[in-house]
């Protein structure tokens, strides 16, 4: 649930001292000293190479992932100005994560007045080669990993003296193929987390380029153009880092509305957003629209921690696959999900409209992303593994709770206009693996609030659907869904429901009594979210 504390002002860094440290993720790692095992080297040099399970590795995709990667690691390998160029871009977070895009930045003058591409065209079989991944992976993209105990970050990398191996994360494959000047050719299991240099290669799912099934439906926001012309969208503003993201962990004062509309209600029957979009209340049962608030999605948390972590991390992104990847017979991970970065959240919120010339439903999307540390409680079990008679360690993961990402104002939705909207909204959740879209045709039946006066004036004319009865009405919707993504589910969220479901005390140590709210959440079975209207920016 969302906690939210008023009457908070004189000792609130010592409370944001406390909620952070009771907030922050457990990375502890304990080693297991006796235990060495053994590996098997993979020759992953061909389309035919295999995984552990003995299954394809490469597509015609993945292939050239795998080409760029091996090129990559030879660039690396010879000039240390390259490896400092992408640790400088991969620090830049143009989408929030440490993501560099190849296609925007190829073009960069390196060294030698050679530019990135130039560098890469040195290390593949020909130019038609590089063309080839350049038109069929546009999303490609170098991301540097932020591994366990401060192992490996782009902020730690030390780009002198450090050669990363280079890692694949492929969509047909849980395991992931990696390419190392010291350690050759080799194939690390889903379930380990490695705590060497290693960057990875992977398709962009903040991003989506014109060559992209789903561009067109992406809208209102900036577009970046290649000199060959190919235009690039972020999936949604909250991926543009020139947006300052707007996260809190806790909402220390609760808006004076909300919480009067909590009071007014709390005793007898009656709506909380009539009084916070209409400033209805029983003592003054009419009232006008305003947009002074809008609705936001302000928590988001996945129910399970293990079988959670496996639904999201699910790196084939197969659809058949991805509700089996829950944890071997004994409970062990199936994917560590370290090549993939941040997780990326879709909501699509569908609705129907009052508007007759609307013939059909209405659906928005938002965005968001999180790190898995801000998802999950996470404990690292280290072991020892073997490669060519040497040495190494790696992390597993060995326990994993969920916990609450808080998300401010980041992801708004409406301004819930019942004369325009109807009474309920539904909520889709998905997890993005990749953004190449596709439609299904849905039915939506919704009632809509009967009680508007039309003159002088547009009015709410009562508490709740005053002296009227609702009405129905039905309308086709075309949702799109990402492909290889994570349906996490959905849920209905009515215009009646009590955002607020209790108002308490607690007393924290060194600073006294607070008042809290909870308030409500909704699960869709995988995930919760809150969602409460918000005081609207600016007003």
């Not at 590795?57 to 990559?72: M, V």
């Not at 928590?299 to 197969?318: L, P, S, V, W």
């Not at 280290?382 to 060995?398: C, I, N, P, T």
Request: proline share 3%.
């Amino acid at each position: 649930m969302n906690f939210a504390i008023r009457n908070f002002k004189e000792k609130s860094s010592k409370w944001l001292l406390l909620s952070a440290t009771a907030l922050t993720i457990g990375l502890s790692s304990c080693e297991k000293e006796d235990q060495f095992l053994e590996t098997k080297t993979n020759d992953i040099t061909s389309l035919d190479a295999k995984n552990a399970q003995g299954e394809n590795i490469y597509d015609s995709q993945s292939e050239n992932q795998r080409i760029f990667g091996k090129a990559l690691l030879e660039a690396m390998k010879e000039s240390s100005a390259l490896r400092k160029f992408i640790k400088t871009e991969a620090l830049k977070k143009f989408n929030h994560d440490y993501d560099v895009l190849f296609a925007t930045v190829k073009n960069t003058v390196i060294e030698d007045g050679k530019t990135f591409r130039d560098i890469m065209l040195e290390n593949v079989a020909n130019e038609e080669v590089l063309k080839q991944i350049e038109i069929t992976n546009p999303l490609l993209t170098i991301f540097v990993p932020s591994l366990p105990d401060n192992s490996f970050s782009a902020e730690t990398w030390d780009t002198e003296n450090q050669i990363p191996d280079v890692a694949l994360r492929l969509h047909t494959t849980n395991d992931v193929p990696c390419f190392s000047l010291d350690k050759g050719n080799y194939t690390l299991e889903a379930k380990y987390i490695p705590s060497y240099p290693i960057v990875v290669i992977k398709q962009n799912e903040r991003v989506i380029s014109s060559l992209n099934k789903g561009y067109e439906s992406i809208t209102d926001t900036r577009i970046i153009k290649t000199i060959e012309g190919v235009e690039y969208k972020f999936t949604d503003s909250n991926y543009d880092n020139r947006k300052v993201l707007n996260r809190v962990i806790f909402n220390f004062q609760m808006d004076e509305k909300v919480e009067e509309a909590y009071n007014i209600y709390k005793n007898i029957e009656g709506w909380h957003r009539d009084y916070i979009y209409y400033g209805i209340e029983p003592s003054n049962p009419n009232g006008r629209f305003t947009l002074d608030y809008k609705e936001h999605i302000t928590t988001f948390r996945m129910n399970e921690g293990i079988e959670g972590y496996n639904k999201i991390a699910d790196q084939t992104g197969d659809q058949q696959i991805v509700h089996m990847l829950i944890g071997d017979a004994n409970g062990n991970m199936t994917s560590s999900g370290w090549t993939d970065g941040a997780f990326d959240f879709k909501v699509d919120f569908v609705f129907i409209s009052n508007d007759t010339d609307e013939p059909t439903g209405i659906v928005r999307q938002k965005r968001f992303g999180a790190i898995g540390s801000k998802l999950f409680d996470v404990t690292y079990r280290r072991e020892r593994r073997a490669f060519y008679g040497s040495s190494l360690y790696l992390y597993v993961l060995d326990k994993i709770e969920p916990k609450t990402l808080h998300l401010g104002k980041d992801v708004p939705l409406i301004n819930w206009d019942l004369k325009k909207y109807s009474l309920t909204m539904e909520i889709k959740i998905e997890e993005v693996d990749l953004d190449e879209t596709f439609s299904i045709s849905e039915t939506y039946s919704s009632q809509f609030a009967n009680n508007f006066s039309i003159s002088p004036v547009s009015e709410k004319v009562g508490l709740q659907f005053g002296g009227d009865a609702s009405i129905s009405s039905s309308k086709n919707v075309s949702v799109n869904y990402t492909m290889r993504s994570d349906e996490l589910g959905s849920k209905n969220i009515n215009f009646g429901d009590d955002f607020i479901i209790k108002k308490g005390s607690i007393n924290l140590p060194g600073i006294g009594n607070q008042t809290y709210f909870e308030t409500r959440e909704y699960s869709s079975g995988d995930c919760s979210i809150s969602v409460e209207p918000l005081r609207v920016q600016g007003f």
